[in-house]
């Protein structure tokens, strides 16, 4: 028996520049230094052709009208992500090869 899935892409339903991720990163990595760009190469990726709109869709068929769905705000996302790596740094996967 076959099951086919009808995949979905996740995505933000804002457009944001690489430098404002950038900015944001370092900001939870407490990064004190100057950041630089290089200016000479392109700016990157601003938005990508997508949509969450079938996320939203899935989201809002899913529970009742008491249990409404909130997705966590970047910056908080952001924040307990940096201090779960670090609080975690030597078990995760961080490119060494373990013994």
Partial sequence: MFFFLNPSLFCTSSDSSPAFYSHCFLTAV?????TQFDITRADG???KP???KRL??????????????????FD???????????EN????????ERA
């Fill in 30 to 34: 407490k990064h004190l230094s100057t």
């Fill in 56 to 73: 939203l869709t899935l989201i809002s068929q899913t529970g009742n009208d008491e249990e409404k769905f909130e997705f966590t705000p």
């Fill in 76 to 86: 908080t996302a952001l924040d307990r992500t940096v201090k779960w790596f670090v």
């Fill in 45 to 47: 990726q601003f938005r």
């Fill in 50 to 52: 997508a949509s969450n």
């Fill in 89 to 96: 740094y030597e078990r995760a996967r961080v490119g060494k």
